[in-house]
């Protein structure tokens, strides 16, 4: 499994061989860095580490700067890990650098990024409730959840209310995976990966990319 660590760009639209316009997402992904490779020997499993873009070692502390200097590279503003089997090898090595046409031959991937973040939103922003009627006799509360009832008590296990329970709440900010991208083009010349569709986020948050399984 190809991964890979980039930063969204933003959206914009391509022709496809019919001629269709294709909605499209411009990631900047890579180069990254191996800083570092477990093994079930030293650590108990199997793993790559990789970070992606460089940070200035005075907002580092010295173990990360000394974590980095034994791949021959600079602290990374990003850094992620790359779980692998049991049985699977890892095939870096400490340094090794990581380019986006490891997508060459990806004809999908899996996008993880962080949504936006909404602050504390109602029940109508946050789960689409529809609300009280916007006509005569309802008295200032168009807006509000309505009557629980015995629908949001935890008979039985606590005082609080049942777990999932939709209500008003902290909205987005959250980790989100997108699945099977179709990958429509890869510039290994500006590292760039363009996917089909939209990737979560705004604009500038970094994303993690990997092949769709």
């Not at 499209?24 to 580490?49: E, F, L, R, S």
């Not at 010349?189 to 979560?200: C, Y």
Request: proline share 4%; glycine share 14%; charged share 25%.
């Amino acid at each position: 499994m190809a991964m890979l660590l980039g930063k969204k760009i933003g959206m914009t639209r391509v022709y496809d061989e019919d001629g269709k316009l294709v909605p499209a997402t411009v990631v900047h992904a890579g180069p990254c860095v191996v800083t570092q490779v477990k093994t079930v020997k030293t650590d108990g499993y199997n793993a790559v580490q990789i970070g992606y873009q460089d940070k200035k070692p005075s907002r580092q502390t010295k173990p990360l700067i000394g974590h980095c200097a034994k791949a021959n590279t600079s602290p990374k503003q990003f850094v992620r890990e790359m779980r692998l089997g049991q049985k699977e090898t890892p095939d870096y090595q400490l340094g090794d650098a990581l380019t986006v046409s490891v997508f060459s031959d990806t004809k999908n991937v899996d996008v993880v990024a962080t949504s936006k973040g909404k602050g504390f939103a109602g029940g109508m922003k946050r789960h689409g409730f529809g609300g009280f009627p916007a006509s005569h006799g309802c008295e200032r509360k168009h807006r509000a959840p309505g009557s629980q009832s015995s629908h949001g008590s935890n008979a039985g296990g606590n005082g609080g209310p049942k777990k999932g329970k939709r209500m008003a709440g902290h909205m987005g900010d959250v980790k989100v995976t997108t699945k099977n991208h179709q990958v429509l083009a890869v510039d290994s010349e500006r590292n760039l990966l363009i996917v089909k569709g939209a990737i979560s986020g705004a604009s500038g948050n970094y994303c993690v990319i990997k092949s769709a399984k």
